[in-house]
């Protein structure tokens, strides 16, 4: 975890969790909502979700099943429906593995936010040798 993210976590957690344990404490138990545990969570979603326009984050059940590559993918909701479309820019072999592309991150974002790296990447790199 970055110490950007560290320090983003801890003043949301002095800002926002701290106050709603205070004033709530039967509903936002302080051994629940401790700082580790609220990291952890943020750490979950952060993994998982996908971001639509600039604001608004969705978690969608079974989409962190798939695997990042640098593959042009395009997602969103339909308006009338409500229904989350993934769909591949280039065609994908019957039988081969469909990638989704997590944004155009460094190693290091991708370490840092996903706890992978890539061992072909387009951007700054960190390898990994192993």
Known sequence: MTIARKQRILRFYENVVK????????????????????AWAYAIVMSRAYQLGNDQLVMVP??????????????????????????????V????????????????????TYGFVLLVCYRACVYAYV
């Open 62 to 91: 079974m989409l962190d099943m798939f695997n990042h590559d640098n593959v042009a993918t395009r997602f969103g909701v339909n308006s009338e429906t409500g229904e989350f479309h993934i769909v591949a820019q280039e065609p």
């Open 19 to 38: 106050s709603l344990i205070q004033r709530h404490p039967g509903k936002f138990p302080a051994e629940v909502f401790s700082l580790n545990e609220v």
């Open 93 to 112: 072999a019957n039988g081969k593995e469909i990638f989704v592309s997590f944004g155009n991150k460094t190693n290091a974002e991708l370490l840092s």
